[in-house]
């Protein structure tokens, strides 16, 4: 038997209790994880479909959470358009040729993503087969994944960013329009190999202005998820993070659900994103709180978000890898028992 209370409450229809997941669910707070992850590079394990299938399952097995997301990486379909990409241990993503220029740009392809990532493919074929709740399959938003070629890695201010936007619109268009149309096939290809539901991380959205979020960002996330719509008919999760001043243009995006970070209270986001279901959005560092305030916490999240037209649990960012992993589990109980899971 499939659960599918996470799907149910994407699309806004009545669910017997909260559904939960947590962003970054799989991963280094995990010493299961760290056992597989010792054994190689963290790009080999994205790589290597049978080992990225089993640590996708393993908070699924540990926790009970009512969703898996596919492990995996936003930059990876960077490299299949013809970026070298490293990670660093202790720095993140570093790419080590910035795309700066028109020539940067000539030479990123479109890539089949059939051909390019079949690893991909073959992980959600594998966890398909093993998973009895559904399956998220995500990308980057082209905003996001822009910052990472631009700045060539991670950056704080957004300096080279920025200025392209502001003296060289058009290469700063030319370059989103191509990674616009990768991330497009890229989300149908996940779709079509079994992915139940699509996120769309837009770590980065809350470091633009409004106005600039409306011309530089919000457009290309549109785009997408037009093209998904006349190919799948999976749920779309939309997650702008540090977003809470941007929902009057993120309800716009066309998904289905919105994520939230913590930096708005879930009612009041509630109240002004409308018809949508919404994703959020516990403090990730909320897990740190002794036992009975993180259930607490996870109780008077539940009551503020009573009004949603469908809530599903999670952070409001990427759990923390110094996260103790039994403070995760208290809080998959709390919102199974305090929102009427029967056991
Ligand atoms: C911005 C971003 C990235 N990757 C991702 C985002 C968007 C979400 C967010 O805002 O947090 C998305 C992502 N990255 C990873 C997943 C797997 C699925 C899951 O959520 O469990 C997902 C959905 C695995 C990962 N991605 C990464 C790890 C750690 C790699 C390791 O094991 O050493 C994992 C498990 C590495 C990564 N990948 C990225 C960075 C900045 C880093 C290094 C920083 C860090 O260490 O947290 C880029």
Same mark, same amino acid.
């Given at each position: 038997?499939?659960?599918?209370?996470?799907?149910?409450a994407?699309?806004?229809?009545?669910?017997?209790?909260? %559904?939960?997941?947590?962003?970054?669910?799989?991963?280094?707070?995990?010493?299961?994880y760290?056992?597989?992850?010792?054994k190689?590079?963290? !790009?080999?394990?994205?790589?290597? %479909?049978?080992l990225?299938a089993?640590?996708t399952?393993?908070?699924?097995?540990?926790?009970?959470?009512?969703?898996?997301?596919?492990f995996?990486?936003?930059l990876i379909?960077m490299?299949?358009?013809? !970026?070298?990409?490293?990670?660093?241990?202790?720095?993140?993503?570093?790419?080590?040729? %910035?795309?700066?220029?028109?020539?940067?740009?000539?030479? !990123?392809?479109v890539?089949?993503?059939?051909?390019?990532?079949?690893?991909?493919?073959?992980?959600?074929?594998?966890?398909?087969r093993? !998973?009895?709740?559904p399956?998220?399959?995500?990308?980057?938003?082209?905003?996001?994944?822009a910052?990472?070629?631009?700045?060539?890695? #991670?950056?704080?201010?957004?300096?080279e960013?920025?200025?392209?936007?502001?003296?060289?619109?058009?290469?700063?268009?030319?370059?989103?329009?191509?990674?616009?149309?990768?991330?497009?096939?890229?989300?149908q290809?996940?779709a079509?190999?079994?992915?139940?539901?699509?996120?769309?991380?837009?770590?980065?959205?809350?470091v633009?202005?409004?106005?600039?979020?409306?011309r530089?960002?919000? %457009?290309?996330?549109?785009?997408i998820?037009?093209?998904?719509?006349?190919?799948?008919?999976?749920?779309?999760?939309?997650?702008?993070n540090?977003? #809470?001043?941007?929902?009057?243009?993120?309800t716009?995006?066309?998904?289905?659900?919105?994520?939230?970070d913590w930096?708005?209270?879930?009612?009041?986001?509630?109240?002004?994103?409308?018809?949508?279901?919404?994703?959020?959005?516990?403090?990730?560092?909320?897990?740190?709180l002794p036992r009975?305030?993180?259930?607490?916490?996870?109780?008077?999240?539940?009551d503020?978000?009573?009004?949603?037209?469908?809530h599903?649990?999670?952070?409001?960012?990427g759990?923390?890898?110094?996260?103790?992993?039994e403070?995760?589990?208290?809080?998959?109980?709390?919102v199974?028992?305090y #929102?009427?899971?029967?056991?």
């Amino acid at each position: 038997m499939m659960n599918d209370t996470f799907l149910r409450a994407c699309r806004g229809e009545k669910t017997d209790y909260t %559904p939960v997941w947590f962003m970054r669910q799989a991963g280094r707070y995990l010493p299961e994880y760290q056992k597989i992850r010792k054994k190689g590079t963290f !790009l080999d394990l994205c790589k290597t %479909p049978e080992l990225a299938a089993e640590v996708t399952l393993q908070p699924i097995d540990i926790f009970g959470m009512d969703a898996a997301i596919l492990f995996s990486d936003i930059l990876i379909p960077m490299e299949a358009m013809n !970026l070298t990409l490293e990670f660093h241990e202790g720095r993140g993503p570093v790419f080590p040729d %910035p795309v700066r220029d028109q020539q940067a740009v000539d030479n !990123l392809i479109v890539p089949d993503p059939d051909e390019t990532m079949p690893f991909v493919m073959e992980t959600i074929r594998i966890l398909r087969r093993e !998973l009895k709740v559904p399956l998220i399959g995500f990308s980057g938003a082209p905003f996001t994944l822009a910052t990472y070629l631009i700045e060539g890695g #991670s950056s704080k201010v957004f300096l080279e960013t920025k200025r392209m936007m502001f003296q060289a619109p058009e290469l700063y268009d030319a370059l989103l329009t191509k990674i616009t149309r990768c991330t497009s096939l890229y989300l149908q290809a996940q779709a079509r190999a079994g992915a139940q539901a699509l996120q769309i991380f837009d770590s980065w959205a809350g470091v633009l202005a409004p106005c600039d979020y409306e011309r530089f960002a919000l %457009p290309y996330v549109q785009s997408i998820i037009r093209d998904l719509r006349q190919t799948t008919d999976v749920p779309i999760i939309y997650f702008a993070n540090n977003g #809470s001043t941007l929902l009057g243009h993120t309800t716009t995006a066309g998904a289905d659900v919105l994520g939230l970070d913590w930096r708005i209270n879930i009612g009041d986001a509630i109240r002004k994103v409308g018809d949508h279901a919404v994703q959020g959005n516990l403090d990730p560092i909320a897990l740190f709180l002794p036992r009975d305030e993180l259930r607490q916490r996870v109780h008077r999240l539940l009551d503020d978000a009573r009004d949603a037209r469908g809530h599903i649990f999670n952070l409001g960012h990427g759990i923390l890898p110094q996260t103790p992993p039994e403070q995760a589990k208290i809080a998959v109980d709390a919102v199974h028992e305090y #929102s009427g899971k029967k056991a």
